[in-house]
């Protein structure tokens, strides 16, 4: 751009705009395919954790491969991986570290583990969350996984997949007023558009309540045992909401509104057209343990 230095934040705004812009003129979602339904796996399995909540590492690898074998219709995981990741690939696990409720270590290593096991160089992945933005892998990722829990949120009514993104935007308080409404703006950035090839938001023990800014308390976190996997982050987060509103329903006895609600789900469907939050067209595959699955 002529007599202006061109700065990188400059860059991000730009290309969303320009983003934008193509997706006025074609109303096409884009994790969604026009025509059919959004497929969701939601995967459980009653030994995942134990009683103090530690994941055994045999079955969370079980259970991922499973998932991505039934989500891309595959003869097992390694076909399914390679439907998705190519060994020339710069892959991105975009995971979640808030302390009280973290990506459990060995779901990214079960990531971890298939992609290499696809040809891509270990020197060529990264899992990172807060530093994603100055992660040399993260600044030329050429395909990006997406996991971490499902919480009930102080900003956004819940922290999903689609928040999950926040930090890939430069000012990520940007994002933050009307209760995040715009969280599916962040999908539209040039450092992620189009790079996303799984999303895993994690159910093995959910926080369906809290106060405040960073409240928890184990009195509102439950064994669900479960994971959601989806190539539709806006179908996956669906899901997950709704099982944390049943499980609120559940708890307190009567319907218990999230405060604040978590619009930005619905609003990544009808605003920015970036997947699909309508039931009607999110094909749920259920599979595992049914005990009390709220949905």
Same mark, same amino acid.
């Given at each position: 751009?002529?007599?202006? /230095? ?14 934008g812009a193509v997706l006025l003129n074609n109303p096409i979602k884009l994790f969604a395919v026009e025509g059919s339904k959004s497929k ?13 909540? /530690? ?14 074998? $039934? ?18 690939? $710069? $892959?991105?696990?975009?995971?979640n570290k808030w302390d009280y409720l973290h990506t459990p270590t060995e779901l990214e290593e079960a990531l971890q583990k298939r992609v290499?096991?696809?040809? =891509? ?66 999908w539209k950035l040039p450092n992620v558009n189009g790079k996303t090839k799984l999303n895993v938001l994690v159910m093995l023990t959910p926080?369906?309540?809290? =106060? ?8 509102? $976190? ?16 669906? =899901? ?56």
């Amino acid at each position: 751009m002529e007599g202006k /230095n061109f700065t990188r934040r400059d860059f991000l705004k730009t290309g969303a705009i320009a983003t934008g812009a193509v997706l006025l003129n074609n109303p096409i979602k884009l994790f969604a395919v026009e025509g059919s339904k959004s497929k969701v796996i939601l995967l459980r399995n009653q030994n995942i954790v134990d009683a103090k909540g /530690n994941v055994n590492p045999e079955i969370m690898q079980k259970m991922i491969d499973e998932a991505v074998t $039934v989500l891309f219709d595959t003869k097992d995981a390694q076909s399914a991986w390679e439907k998705i990741i190519k060994p020339s690939d $710069v $892959v991105g696990i975009k995971t979640n570290k808030w302390d009280y409720l973290h990506t459990p270590t060995e779901l990214e290593e079960a990531l971890q583990k298939r992609v290499i096991e696809t040809g =891509v160089s270990k020197e060529n992945i990264s899992i990172d969350d807060r530093g994603i933005f100055r992660n040399p892998i993260f600044n030329k990722a050429t395909a990006l996984i997406n996991t971490r829990p499902m919480r009930t949120h102080y900003w956004s009514g819940v922290g999903s997949l689609i928040k999950n993104y926040i930090m890939f935007a430069e000012k990520p308080s940007d994002y933050h007023p009307d209760s995040c409404a715009d969280l599916a703006a962040v999908w539209k950035l040039p450092n992620v558009n189009g790079k996303t090839k799984l999303n895993v938001l994690v159910m093995l023990t959910p926080l369906f309540h809290s =106060v405040g800014p960073h409240g928890f308390s184990e009195e509102y $976190v439950w064994q669900y045992k479960g994971i959601i996997v989806g190539t539709d982050p806006v179908a996956c987060d669906a =899901v997950g909401l709704k099982i944390i509103e049943a499980k609120r329903k559940e708890f307190f006895g009567e319907d218990k509104p999230l405060n604040p609600p978590a619009k930005h789900i619905e609003l990544a469907d009808t605003r920015h057209r970036l997947g699909t939050a309508d039931f009607n067209k999110i094909e749920l595959v259920k599979i595992g343990w049914k005990e009390n699955i709220l949905i």
